[in-house]
């Protein structure tokens, strides 16, 4: 399984940018690709996820109505589209696979069998 995360970089607040993730090897039908997010002294956070099933999808509290995931399955890339960006929000971006997985929640996808690199992403004030 391959997961090569791209779009990060410096952004002003109240910016936006627009993350991808491709992947490839995924060896179920079943799967959920998340967005996960970890800065210094703060603890990993599950941003985002969508399942290949039905394309349900799931946002914590502290993303939701400013990000926008979005699947392109003839692409096999999963986008993290994020809008009205704050500092907070700086830090490395992760996309993971979460392996047998059908419906999306803030559980299901908290598993996480396969990760990529990480992409950076600065939001400045």
């Known amino acids: 399984v391959q997961l090569v995360e791209s779009g990060g970089g410096l952004v002003q607040s109240g910016g936006s940018l627009r993350l991808s993730c491709a992947h490839s090897?995924?060896?179920?039908?079943?799967?959920?690709i998340a967005w996960f997010r970890q800065s210094p002294g703060k603890e990993r956070e599950g941003v985002s996820c969508?399942?290949?099933?039905?394309?349900?999808?799931y946002y914590a509290d502290s993303v939701k109505g400013r990000f926008t995931i979005s699947s392109d399955s003839a692409k096999n890339t999963v986008y993290l589209q994020m809008d009205r960006l704050k500092p907070e929000d700086t830090a490395v971006y992760f996309c993971t696979v979460a392996l047998g997985v059908v419906i999306a929640t803030s559980d299901t996808c908290r598993r996480s069998d396969y990760w990529g690199q990480g992409t950076q992403v600065t939001v400045s004030s």
């Open positions: 969508i399942s290949r099933n039905d394309g349900n999808t």
């Open positions: 090897g995924i060896p179920f039908d079943d799967y959920a």
